[in-house]
């Protein structure tokens, strides 16, 4: 009977001690792998229900966990869930793609998400008696911005737009978003921002401008791969920078 139980999870075949307390969650499970192979030291593979794969290991000595969460809310909801009540996980930081939607915006650029709007019916089941604008940790935020800041990298900090599809209907969407000041579109943030604000959890995205759905400019495959390293390293100097405050 013992060799039926489920260790962990349906999605999740670990214990909370396979975890740090921050975890990065990139969508790709391949962007995973990638982290874990290029910066992470002695990373030790944690996951891969599903092919999700998970890796734990540290960066300059702390203890980090980078781990995909796949593509859109529904997939980012039930990830971020998990980790936050079932793993002791205290931050997740995302770091995925986004379109920009501003005109200032710009292709391989940094967008820091202090809150996310959103079309989704996800805060639905929290039966509130209006609308929850879901916001990012303001320490893991400001940490952030400083270490963009230090970098020179560049970056925009602001309101994104989470979006339930990719494929949109709507050709007028982008551009209704455009005039309220949203930085881009993405389809997975909210959620995480929702969930986190629910159980009283850290949680951040960082993503970079992969193309820009106004102007239709688009990176390269192997432009991505090159451009996606700069978020990685400022998502993992937020980790370090956290864990020593943390101290």
Not at 132 to 138: G, H, I, T
Request: with cysteine.
């Amino acid at each position: 009977m013992s060799d039926n139980i489920i260790q962990g999870t349906p999605h999740i075949n670990a214990t909370p001690a396979d975890f740090a307390k921050t975890v990065l969650l990139p969508g790709d499970p391949l962007r995973s792998k990638y982290i874990a192979e290029n910066y992470i030291d002695n990373p030790t593979l944690i996951n891969n229900v599903r092919g999700v794969q998970g890796y734990t290991g540290t960066y300059k000595n702390v203890p980090v966990t980078v781990m995909a969460s796949g593509m859109g809310m529904p997939s980012m909801g039930i990830y971020s869930y998990e980790l936050y009540t079932k793993f002791d996980v205290e931050n997740i930081i995302r770091i995925g793609s986004i379109g920009g939607i501003a005109d200032y915006v710009a292709l391989r650029d940094i967008v820091i998400a202090m809150g996310c709007s959103t079309n989704s019916n996800f805060a639905s089941q929290y039966n509130l008696p209006g609308t929850l604008a879901p916001l990012a940790n303001y320490e893991l935020l400001e940490t952030t911005v400083n270490i963009c800041r230090n970098k020179g990298a560049n970056y925009h900090v602001g309101n994104i737009i989470t979006s339930d599809v990719f494929y949109n209907d709507n050709k007028d969407f982008n551009l209704q978003w455009k005039r309220m000041g949203i930085l881009g579109v993405e389809m997975e943030a909210a959620a995480l921002y929702y969930t986190a604000t629910l159980l009283n959890k850290k949680a951040l995205a960082i993503c970079t401008v992969s193309d820009h759905v106004i102007r239709e400019e688009y990176l390269s495959a192997a432009d991505r791969q090159e451009s996606f390293t700069e978020m990685m390293e400022i998502a993992l100097e937020t980790v370090v920078s956290i864990h020593n405050q943390s101290k």
